[in-house]
């Protein structure tokens, strides 16, 4: 069952064609008249959002936390669970609280969950965000933690994925206090660029990287108007394989949810395109602030080992925080979307972390419950590789 709330962020307009080019923080959509022609619009991708929430088999509210500076944060939330810090899941880049609805029943079992589509994603108000990569980075974190003090979270166990694994570490390392756990699903951002890579790179990929770096990194999806979903469906066909537990119009429903959640005004695209450098890497690379974070924060890595992210960063993690319990796995048969790949090993791994029965409500005083035996906690060890 969902439960929607009534108001609409600031941000939206009534228009119903979501449109690119707006550089004002006031509007979702753009009033240039070139880009009327993109088969969207704010009621499409809540159309396709809905759909996708009929799979969920638990009670969900679903509204908008508005915040000081009048934008808005679509967010979800399961029914709260008595004395236990809740678990707060932040998207990747590109995505939005659709892309959980595998996770959201099952997680939710242990804590209360919330989720909410980044500030200039999915359905949240497609604010301006700076070109620099360090203010922009903080943008991003300071709307998490406006975020979590307009819904009076004390403290919370963060799992990001990919773009939200880095959020969620840059905001653990500026409010330690309020970051019980964090768990890393396949996170972006973490490695040094090799300053040997753009000689080792083709030289053909270097001139398209370098034709395509004025652009946001979606806007292929924009500039090709009616033909979109087409791109849309035709690059990221995999998303059915994954998702196949849908039935066949909830795996056509996934492919317009990314289609919709992208075609609009590029905002939270324009703040990562700040953060990330060259060949996708990030500019202020994870791995060479990790260490600063505090010792009381668990660290689960979660990385599908059919990815493309580079999982030693996790364990360069490790050795960066002897003080802090880190964990690294890596499920086999997973790729980038490890929670949708292979969702009943992610979920037993985050599941042994959220489990209360275990873990009280501090998480990190008893971290030999989570690691010393992962064979026992994954019951299918070959599956799971746990360093």
């Known amino acids: 069952m969902v439960i ?18 707006q550089t004002s923080t006031s509007s979702w959509f753009s009033t240039n008249w070139l880009w009327n022609w993109k088969p969207t619009s704010l009621q499409k991708l809540q159309q396709a959002e809905s759909q996708l929430f009929s799979y969920v088999k638990c009670g969900v509210e679903k509204k908008f936390v508005e915040l000081k500076n009048g934008s808005k944060i679509w967010t979800v939330m399961t029914s709260k669970k008595k ?3 809740p678990l707060v899941m932040v998207h990747g880049f590109g995505g939005g609280v659709g892309l959980w609805v595998m996770n959201y029943a099952n997680l939710s079992q242990y804590r209360q969950l919330y989720a909410f589509d980044l500030l200039g994603f999915g359905q949240s108000s497609r604010t301006q965000f700076t070109s620099k990569a360090e203010m922009a980075e903080e943008e991003f974190v300071e709307s998490i933690e406006e975020w979590r003090n307009s819904l009076n979270i004390e ?15 840059a905001y653990a390392l500026k409010y330690p206090n309020r970051v019980k756990s964090l768990i890393l699903a396949d996170p972006w951002g973490f490695p040094e660029r090799n300053p040997t890579q753009p000689r080792q790179t083709p030289l053909w990929i270097r001139v398209l990287v370098n034709l395509l770096s004025p652009f946001n990194p979606l806007a292929l999806v924009r500039v090709a108007g009616p033909l979109g ?8 066909s995999d998303f059915r394989e994954k998702f196949q537990v849908l039935d066949d119009e909830k795996e056509t429903q996934i492919l317009d949810y990314i289609y919709h959640c992208n075609a609009a005004h590029p905002s939270g695209e324009a703040g990562f395109k700040s953060i990330s450098g060259p060949l996708g890497y990030a500019y202020r690379p994870m791995l ?12 689960t890595f979660i990385y599908g080992a059919r990815s493309w992210m580079d999982q030693n960063s996790g364990r360069m993690a490790q050795s960066l925080l002897p003080n802090n319990h880190v964990e690294v796995f890596s499920i086999k048969g997973a790729g980038h979307h490890v929670y949708a790949d292979r969702p009943q090993l992610f979920h037993q791994i985050i599941g042994n972390i959220l489990n209360p029965q275990s873990h009280d409500d501090d998480v990190t005083n008893q971290p030999d419950d989570v690691t010393n035996q ?11 590789i746990s360093n």
């Open 229 to 236: 979903p087409g791109l849309v469906k035709k690059f990221r």
């Open 155 to 169: 403290s919370m166990i963060l799992l990001g994925h990919s773009f939200g694994g880095y959020l969620s570490t």
């Open 4 to 21: 929607s709330a009534d108001n609409k962020p600031a941000a939206f307009s009534k228009t119903t064609e979501l449109q690119v080019g």
């Open 83 to 85: 004395s236990t810090i």
């Open 288 to 299: 060479n602030r990790i260490g600063k974070l505090d010792s009381n924060i668990q660290v």
């Open 374 to 384: 992962p064979d026992d906690i994954i019951n299918q060890p070959d599956d799971i």
